[in-house]
Each structure stands twice: as C-alpha cells, then as structure tokens.
C-alpha cells in the first residue's frame, strides 16, 4: 500500500491506496459508515480523483449514489430545499427549483461542461472547498442553510463557514435550505470569470451581493436596495484582492456587475406587471 502524503502530487490515481467500499442506501447508514477513520464520501467524483492525486488518503470510500434521500427536491412556495446529491444538470431543470428560483435555476446550469453537469452534485461542489467552484458564491448570496447529519445529530451550518475552518466541517451533507423565497429575488453574472463572479439576492427591499473568483473565498456585503452598486461594492474587504486583481480593480467590477444585475431585475419586474 502506498500513501502520499498530502500535498504531493501523484500523476495518476493508479497510486491509490487500496480501500473499501461501502454503498449505503440510506442517509444515516451514510452517516454511519462516514463516521469511521479514513473514511470519505463520494457523489460524482468529478473533483475526488484530483484530490486523490493530491495526496488524500482514504480506508472506506462511501458511495452515496444508492442514496435517494439526498437526490430530493421540496418546494412548498416559501421553503426550497435541495438534496446534495443532485447533479448540476437535474438541478438547474428541476421544475420546483426554475418555479422557486428562475434566476438560480440559470446560474447553476451556466457552470462547468455538459459532461460534468451530469455527473457532478451540488453537494461535492461545496465540499470540495475549491474557490473555483461557483455554488458556495450563489448559496452565500442567497442566505441558504446547509445540513449536515453527524452521528451527535444535525447541523444546521452557513456556505461562507466553510470557507472559515482548516478543515471541512464533519458529517454528511444532506440538503441546502433557502428560505423566504418568495419575497427573493436571484441573479448571478460568471462573465468575468475567473476574475470574479457576482451573485445578488434582492429580499425585503435588501440587496445581498456575494463575490467570489477562481482564486479567493466569497465575500458577502449587503444594503438597502438603491444604493450605488458601486458603492456596496467599496464595501468588500481588501481581502477580496489578489495577485490576478487588486480589491481595487475587482470592488470595481463588482460594482459594474451588480449593476448588470439588478438591472436585469427591474426589467423583469416591468416584463411580469
Ligand atoms: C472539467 C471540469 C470543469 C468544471 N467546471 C466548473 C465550473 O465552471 N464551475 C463550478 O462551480 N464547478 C466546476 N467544476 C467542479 C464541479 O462542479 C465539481 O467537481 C463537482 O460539483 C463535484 O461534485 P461531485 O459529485 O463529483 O463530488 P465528488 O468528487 O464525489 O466529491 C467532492 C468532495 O465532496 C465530498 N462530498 C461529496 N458529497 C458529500 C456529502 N453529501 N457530504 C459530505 N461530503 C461530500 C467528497 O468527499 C469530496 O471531498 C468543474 C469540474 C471539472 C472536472
């Protein structure tokens, strides 16, 4: 058996460590066998191959395609949730997500490849924690709930707080919950990506904006609606900024962004009356 440590990067998975495989068929036998040393989950594994050749290590892999709990969708008019194990491409054309949210519905389907789109889960999105993946951008926008079961119970975490442990939260993420969605509106704007993309929530006469980029976590600021896009986006913290875009140049295209975006909201709103 040959373990990397982590960090190093191995050409090719066939230096994979050998493991076990387990394939529950239910969320808390999930829970169960994700609870034992070593053990880590797999949905798509669009992203897991990579960190294999990065050095993770693994004693169980624990399938959770035979999991149908966490391919679930509930819409009842104020309350979305959205299982973890949904694909991008299944997620972005549920008909509860494109009734809930039109404007989520398009910035998911806009991520990644065709190819991807079908394998690839919202859940392994987030917990991957790779800034270059785009659904923690639009969930930290939108106010949404992640839940995670654990062996101890559920908790109920944040998008922005994976972003602030070393580690990934433990346990199995079970479903993403976005509130009050009716009184919501979304948008999402990756045409400047990689050097940033804007997500804007509109809830309650308040604006949300959430900025994130190939290269850094997403930053959230928030005020009244009407106020100058540019100015909510003065209001990102210098650490916004990198190598590849001052916090200068990217609170600038923020700004410019955010005012694509809400744009395209009164226009919509005048369509709809
Ligand atoms: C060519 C390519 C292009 C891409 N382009 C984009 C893009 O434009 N935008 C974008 O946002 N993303 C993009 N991605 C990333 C893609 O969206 C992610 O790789 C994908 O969503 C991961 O999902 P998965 O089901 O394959 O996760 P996996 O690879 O199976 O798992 C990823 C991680 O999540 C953990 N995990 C998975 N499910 C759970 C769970 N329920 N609970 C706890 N932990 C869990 C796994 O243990 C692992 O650490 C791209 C990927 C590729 C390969």
Known sequence: MLLLPTGMVAPTQRTLPEFTLERPVSAADAVAAGASPGAVYAQ??????????????CRTLVSLERVPELRAVEW????????SGIDHHTGARDPRVREALPGLAAGWGSIATERIRRRATLGGN????????????????LGAELEFMTPDGTALVSPASLWDRSEP????????????V????????????????????VREGTVTMAVGSEYTRPYTVAGPLGTDPAELAARLPDAVGDAAGTARYRRHVAGVLLGHLLERRTAEEETSR
């Open 44 to 57: 798509g594994c669009s992203d897991l191959f990579a960190q294999f050749r990065e050095g993770l290590s």
């Open 76 to 83: 009842d008019g104020t309350t979305l949730e959205i299982g």
């Open 126 to 141: 987030l917990m991957a924690r790779r800034t270059r993946y785009e659904m923690s951008v639009m969930l930290c926008a």
């Open 169 to 180: 939260p433990g346990g199995l993420l079970r479903t993403v919950r976005i509130r009050d």
């Open 182 to 201: 009716a009184r919501l509106w979304f948008g999402y704007e990756r045409s400047m990506r990689p050097l940033l993309t804007v997500a804007a929530a």
